[in-house]
């Protein structure tokens, strides 16, 4: 009985350490897909047939009015304003896209619609079905509902934005996304870490140092202090020799709530930069990508930035396994062709999902993007 009102106090007191997420996570299988990723034509052909089945589920659940949505994403409010801009937003990155992917289309390959604008892209997306190849209608079937479910996990964020802040849009210009970066280029990026002297974050790093990548970490202030406690065979500034050492807040609170915000950023801010002086990068990522609207001048007069993202592993929902992320990313790497992507480095699953991700883009023209020159 004790016990188990120790456990009930645990959870009722303490806030776990993962993001606020949707009810439901899109989960894809690539496996499905006809063809080998063995080339950058076969990525760009990948990249159309992703952009037109999510840009036919964008429309369905944005369109959808407030109540619907409600009812549909399990929330209590829906910004109206947020929802429409956000899909007129990702429908610029998804028509920015198409030229880059149908930039050297034959007129007879699959997935090559003349499109130049909104309105024909959507036309092209829902009139998908009827000429799709047999071979490919596996793959379609499981893309639809891979891509209504992505798309309600953002227009969710966007109903909420921004009484909720979250990754989904930018309160100012000294926040990035990921869509600032050039066509197939794409950022690893590692939360809430560092763990225990020889843990995730360790191994994660020797993975690193053997591909020769470049990662970013944001850390959170209370774990670096209790690793800079706990003996290890080797000190946390050689061990991120060549990596990016960033801010993710002293501890996992959401900075648009927390009164000492502004102190956490700086405490955080001040051990990162002493412990890490080369691999030091003045960017700060807020847990759950939550924010106050008015923290601009803040970050200004700081020297820092924001960094949020726009490729979400998923990595710390008990229901994603390691390769289930993997395969997330991949499609949203075909979808979106450049970006931000979103590990935690407390977590396992990133040594999976990373070699799998490195095996699936050697051919295909994709550039890790080095975190000191982002």
Not at 6 to 12: E, H, N, Q, S
Not at 145 to 166: D, M, T
Request: charged share 20%.
């Amino acid at each position: 009985m004790k016990n188990a009102l120790i456990a009930l106090l645990l959870m009722c007191c303490f806030k776990p350490l993962f993001a606020y997420g949707p009810d439901t996570v899109a989960f894809a299988d690539r496996s499905l897909w006809p063809e080998t990723m063995n080339s950058t034509a076969a990525f760009d052909r990948a990249s159309r047939a992703e952009i037109l089945v999510f840009a036919a589920a964008l429309a369905k659940v944005a369109e959808q009015d407030a109540a619907t949505l409600k009812t549909q994403l399990n929330i209590k409010q829906v910004d109206a304003a947020s929802v429409a801009r956000v899909r007129n937003q990702l429908t610029a990155h998804l028509l920015q896209n198409w030229r880059f992917a149908a930039a050297d289309c034959a007129n007879s390959e699959v997935f090559c619609d003349n499109i130049s604008t909104a309105d024909e892209l959507l036309t092209a997306a829902e009139a998908l079905a009827e000429k799709l190849p047999e071979s490919y209608r596996n793959w379609h079937n499981k893309a639809r509902v891979f891509h209504n479910s992505y798309a309600g996990e953002l227009i969710r964020l966007a109903a909420l934005f921004p009484k909720v802040s979250s990754e989904i849009d930018t309160l100012s210009a000294l926040e990035n996304t990921g869509f600032e970066l050039p066509d197939r280029h794409f950022l690893l990026t590692f939360d809430d870490g560092p763990s225990q002297p020889d843990g995730n974050t360790d191994t994660l790093l020797a993975l690193l140092t053997k591909n020769n990548l470049h990662a970013s970490f944001y850390m959170l202030g209370e774990r670096l202090q209790a690793r800079l406690k706990q003996a290890g065979p080797a000190t946390p500034a050689t061990l991120f020799h060549g990596q990016c050492a960033a801010m993710h807040g002293w501890r996992h609170e959401s900075h648009a709530k927390w009164e000492k915000w502004q102190i956490s950023i700086i405490d955080t801010r001040d051990l990162v930069k002493a412990t890490f002086p080369r691999s030091y990068q003045p960017w700060f990522r807020p847990p759950y990508g939550q924010r106050r609207a008015d923290s601009g001048d803040f970050f200004s007069k700081h020297d820092l930035k924001v960094a949020l993202w726009n490729i979400d592993s998923q990595d710390w929902n008990s229901r994603v396994s390691g390769e289930d992320a993997a395969q997330r990313i991949m499609t949203l790497m075909l979808l979106w062709r450049r970006g931000v992507i979103l590990f935690h480095d407390i977590h396992p699953k990133a040594l999976v999902a990373v070699p799998w991700l490195l095996d699936h883009t050697r051919q295909t023209g994709v550039v890790w993007q080095d975190c000191r020159q982002y």
